[in-house]
């Protein structure tokens, strides 16, 4: 009974509900989206019914760009400290005993599942003149007197990399448990140093994964929005912040919306990317 | 590689994972309504102003009551839809199963953004039903990938045992499949919850202004004053995470979990 043909309209019934909701509560709210970001807004009002491209040439503005080459940025930066951090640490602890992976993952899962808001609110502590580390390194006799990092833009960096690392894990987590355990042993029985081992088998063998987790952590931490807002200043908003700041502060939705829209056609090519960069499999997995 | 390096450096990871923990731990236990590092006496006033004072216990309400309705209205939906997807191959069920991902993997403004849209257009915007719904939405993926996990596992011969026996496809569902999903079904539940618990943003732009939770209050507190109170409520989100992902960690299959949570095994 298992992978056959629905025969007869009333085997199609168990998907009626589900089909129903995820139609009427996701594809119609994009729909809607995509429809508002042609409206035309109504300064103190909503906005009125309308095919206005202005939302979208608006988009062409200094302002815009400048934030979209910023959360560009600083997505990039984390990304790329997340992998390279993770990939390691996720090497580490494929390799570890079973009981020992399981305690690690309850750790990553309970930070990935912590709200940005209490994230924001432990990183703006912990950077703190008041409760911060720097009162650990003046006790240690590095530095002269406490002084406050928060807000700043390594406040923002060190908040998205916390949120993005244990997210890095879990996408590193399934290619890497899959990695022959032999392939390391041969590189060291055929007396490749352990580092020679790591950087030459298990980085090389797992090439189109470590793209597609930078692509995938990239798209995630795009989507941060309470970190820069919590952590940085103004200059340091990302694209996330800027929607939500037009859409809820300027009361502009159909500008919001309009970004949005680009925003998901720039997140979805990049998970499209993902999908072709990890068609192309390493050799452990032929 | 060398293996002092390797404990330094785990032990580097621990730091970093842990020390924003350890630091708002410590400052919930101030003495005065002030944020000091380490404390300075020790009191546990804030814990008990957390569930007492009005202020932090409706917040508290309602994300209880909003976390466990959306996990299982997500479940409702994920239920039929694994199974539908598991029994049948058929085109249209996959592309719904992408729908139900597609939340997941977007940057979450965007989806935020269309239920503000939505909810004003409907004119239930700022109703807690509202809410309620967009996070069942939003988090639907989690029970979907592990509640069709659950039924990737069970073995084909047991079912056909069963029909053996003369049972029919009802009974079969019952006695059977159902029995074999529900830890599965579980574990969905627990990390809906727990992810809805913590969600700002769709919670916010839903219905931000009149329902508030808790995330939304951290947000306000931190915008209009500091309190230890704030702290307290990371400290028991922290404990609560630890604790429901700790039970399916025992109980569960949590590496199995994970391999298939994660994008690289989306097939």
């Known amino acids: 009974m298992i992978g056959d043909k629905p025969k007869g309209l009333r085997t199609h019934l168990p998907i009626l509900y589900p089909g129903v909701m995820l139609v009427a509560f996701f594809v119609i709210p994009f729909g809607i989206m995509v429809t508002v970001s042609f409206f035309h807004r109504v300064p103190g009002a909503f906005y009125t019914t309308d095919f206005d491209l202005n939302n979208y040439r608006n988009l062409f503005t200094a302002l815009f760009g400048r934030v979209l080459v910023f959360s560009i940025f600083i997505s990039a930066l984390c990304a790329v400290i997340c992998v390279a951090l993770g990939f390691p640490f996720t090497y580490f602890i494929t390799r570890m005993r079973r009981k020992a992976q399981v305690v690690w993952l309850v750790i990553l899962v309970s930070v990935l599942s912590l709200s940005a808001v209490i994230v924001a609110f432990a990183w703006s502590l912990l950077l703190s003149q008041t409760a911060g580390i720097s009162n650990l390194f003046v006790w240690l006799g590095l530095m002269e007197q406490p002084v406050s990092w928060s807000p700043g833009f390594w406040a923002v960096t060190c908040g ?3 949120i993005a690392f244990p997210y ?3 996408v590193l987590y399934p290619p890497l448990s899959r990695l022959d355990p032999y392939l390391p042993e041969a590189a060291q029985t055929l007396g490749a140093s352990p580092v020679k081992t790591f950087f030459s088998v298990v980085v090389g063998s797992l090439r189109s994964p470590i793209v597609a987790t930078l692509i995938m952590v990239f798209v995630f931490t795009l989507g941060t929005y309470l970190i820069p807002q919590i952590l940085g200043r103004p200059q340091h908003w990302t694209l996330s912040v800027l929607i939500t700041d037009e859409a809820i502060y300027r009361s502009n939705l159909p500008f919001a919306a309009a970004m949005a829209v680009f925003f998901m056609l720039v997140s979805l090519a990049l998970v499209g990317l993902t999908m072709v960069v990890g068609k192309g499999k390493g050799p452990e997995q032929r | 590689m060398n293996r002092a390096l ?4 785990l032990a580097f990871i621990l730091i970093f994972l842990m020390s924003p923990i350890v630091v708002v731990g410590g400052v919930s236990l101030n003495e005065k309504k002030s944020l000091f590092f380490p404390p300075q006496g020790l009191s546990l006033a804030w814990y008990v102003e957390l569930f007492t004072e009005s202020a932090w216990m409706i917040p508290v309400e309602n994300s209880l009551i909003i976390a466990t309705l959306s996990s299982l209205v997500a479940i409702s939906i994920a239920l039929p839809l694994a199974y539908f997807l598991w029994r049948y191959r058929i085109l249209y069920a996959r592309v719904l199963f992408m729908l139900g991902i597609s939340p997941f993997i977007l940057p979450p403004v965007i989806t935020a953004l269309g239920f503000l849209a939505f909810w004003a257009t409907v004119g239930l915007y700022g109703q807690m039903v509202a809410t309620i719904i967009s996070h069942a939405i939003f988090f639907v993926t989690l029970p979907l990938v592990t509640i069709s996990l659950g039924f990737e596992s069970i073995e084909r011969e047991i079912i056909e045992a069963a ?4 049972a029919d496809s009802k009974v079969v569902f019952r006695t059977v499949i159902f029995p074999m999903v529900r830890s599965y079904m579980v574990s969905g539940f627990a990390f809906c919850f727990v992810l809805s618990l913590n969600e700002y943003i ?14 939304i209050k951290i947000f306000n507190a931190l915008r209009y004053g500091y309190t230890p109170v704030m702290a307290c409520v990371s400290v028991a989100f922290v404990l609560l995470a630890a604790l429901i992902f700790g039970l399916i960690g025992r109980f569960g299959d949590l590496p199995r979990l994970m391999g298939a949570l994660a994008p690289e095994s989306r097939k």
């Open chain 1, 160 to 162: 998205m990399c916390y």
């Open chain 1, 168 to 170: 890095t894990v879990l």
């Open chain 2, 6 to 9: 390797r404990r330094l450096f």
């Open chain 2, 163 to 166: 029909q053996t026996m003369g």
């Open chain 2, 202 to 215: 769709v919670a916010y732009m839903v219905s931000g202004f009149t329902v508030e939770t808790l995330p």
